[in-house]
């Protein structure tokens, strides 16, 4: 037999033997394609949300993190605008699981299972509970050369107590490593660009979840932090984003209402 029969049944022995790839395998290279031609930082963030929500079956919410040159955060993508307020009171009490990865100084994972027994964030923790969440994890993004710090985080709430484990921490940093390496080679990529995405989704969803809060409050007589809470109660009883509930009962709000408990 001649050598190239030889290597022509050694190749065809091994693409026999080799064992199928796992869907997990086949989730993380469709991911790889579809983030080689994004064309922009929001269809890569996005796109990272959209893979985290399929891959991490316990992550009811997801968002990015990302610190400015200024010290300051933002959160330029998520699932829900409850994400939003989540990473906002992170930001505004300086403690949490996205403000810890997302520090270049910081854990590169900060996980808490049960957030009704976490010690390590006295504020934050009880208002992400009163929020519906019962467990969290983010991780920290790698951030391009010169010194290679973190400058964000990838993070996922769970409303299951115990609902995120060292599988979905796993899964996780796998996910972050893609939109890092995603985010270093998009030309696109650039703060004002990150900035400008979130102040434009921003402005969009606090006007129509405004009109939204401000026809509860007239109906029911409640302050706005409670009107608030009948959105996001509702949200999430019908599995429908917060900002899209809030665009449906401000554009059709002499035919519907929302439900009271």
């Known amino acids: 037999m001649s050598s190239d029969q030889d290597w022509q049944r050694d190749r065809e ?60 955060f933002h959160t330029p993508a998520e699932t829900d605008e409850v994400a939003i307020e989540l990473d906002r009171l992170q930001y505004r009490f300086r403690e949490g699981p996205c403000v810890e990865a997302a520090d270049p100084g910081g854990p590169a994972v900060a996980i808490a299972p049960d957030l009704t027994a976490e010690p390590r964030w006295p504020k934050w923790a009880p ?13 920290a993004l790698i951030s391009g050369p010169p010194n290679g710090e973190s400058s964000g985080a990838l993070n996922v709430y769970s409303r299951s107590r115990h609902g995120l484990d060292a599988a979905d921490r796993d899964v996780l940093l796998l996910l972050a490593t893609h939109a890092s390496l995603a985010l270093a080679a998009t030309d696109a990529v650039t703060r004002a660009e990150l900035q400008a995405a979130h ?36 949200s999430q009883d ?24």
């Open 13 to 72: 022995a091994f693409v026999t033997d080799r064992p199928a790839a796992g869907p997990l395998a086949r989730q993380f290279a469709q991911l790889t394609h579809t983030l080689l031609t994004a064309p922009t930082v929001e269809d890569v963030l996005q796109t990272v949300l959209d893979a985290t929500t399929v891959m991490v079956p316990a992550a009811d919410l997801a968002s990015f993190t990302l610190l400015d040159a200024d010290g300051h």
């Open 127 to 139: 208002a992400a509970t009163r929020l519906g969440m019962g467990s969290v994890l983010s991780t």
């Open 199 to 234: 102040l434009r989704k921003a402005i969009d969803s606090r006007d129509v979840i405004g009109q939204a809060k401000g026809i509860i409050m007239a109906r029911r007589g409640v302050s706005a932090d409670a009107a608030f809470d009948v959105l996001r109660r509702t």
């Open 238 to 261: 019908l599995n429908v984003k917060l900002a899209d509930l809030a665009r449906t009962l401000a554009g059709r709000h002499t035919e519907i209402d929302l439900p009271t408990r």
